[in-house]
């Protein structure tokens, strides 16, 4: 059976730990060439070392994905190294959990600069590379808080339900030209958590991560699952959790 992501360039945001770092891993065991985004360039220079040194091929650029010029340096390094670029895969995001009275405006901001707008500069910087090619796939990390809306969570919800709208239409806007992919991942045993400024909400959040997460290479062998198709193939939307998460 044919190897569908042999050979494919893709770019990860967010690729410094968690589900990018194990994405980036398990594509590149697989034949992909691998571009590496995040902030913290020490982490991606090991990652990518690494992935070089058991034979694969990954670069690295440090990016914030709260930049636009960012983003499209990072497609435009797939293009100068690689020649083309097969894959963007939006996955750095942020959460800052509190009930909407106690007003944490910056937290509010955070997200959407993050979850929001960093998605849709990734999505600027692939899709002229993408109508030029005639062909490309979006990729992006979502959640399962978009689809089931609880207290603390209602502003993050928010933005990843509008990451899961503006995906829709982008699939439908595609026409065939490219191939566009939403991941809502549940509980994973990341370092997500741990960046929530509420004691209260991330020691109770990390407690239940704990008890059920599932690994990140869960969320990457889905996102490999979506790569792999033929191209006439388009997976609208996983969804995946651990089996008892509500």
């Known amino acids: 059976m044919k190897n569908g992501i042999a050979n494919k360039v893709v770019a990860i945001t967010g690729a410094s730990s968690g589900i990018g770092r194990v994405t980036a891993e398990l594509l590149a065991a697989q034949g992909a060439k691998v571009i590496l985004g995040a902030r913290r360039a020490e982490r991606l220079k090991e990652i990518a070392d690494q992935i070089n040194e058991n034979g694969g091929a990954a670069i690295y650029a440090e990016i914030d994905v709260t930049r636009q010029s960012d983003l499209a340096n990072l497609t435009g390094f797939a293009l100068e190294r690689f020649g083309r670029l097969d894959v963007m895969i939006n996955n750095a995001g942020i959460s800052q959990l509190q009930k909407m009275e106690e007003l944490d405006v910056a937290g509010w901001e955070q997200m959407i600069d993050v979850n929001v707008k960093g998605t849709l500069y990734g999505i600027a ?89 599932l690994p990140a290479e869960a969320v990457a062998r889905a996102i490999a699952y979506a790569i792999e198709q033929p191209d006439n193939v388009d997976i609208g939307d996983i969804v995946i959790r651990p089996t008892v998460q509500g």
């Open 125 to 213: 910087a692939a899709l002229p590379i993408f109508k030029n090619q005639g062909s490309g796939h979006i990729i992006n990390v979502i959640s399962t808080a978009g689809i089931a809306i609880v207290p603390t969570m209602g502003v993050y919800a928010g933005t990843k339900n509008a990451v899961r709208t503006i995906s829709e239409a982008l699939r439908q806007e595609s026409q065939g030209r490219w191939r566009v992919t939403g991941i809502s991942p549940g509980f994973v045993a990341t370092e997500f958590v741990s960046n929530i400024k509420n004691d209260a909400i991330r020691d109770q959040l990390q407690k239940t991560a704990d008890d059920i997460a």
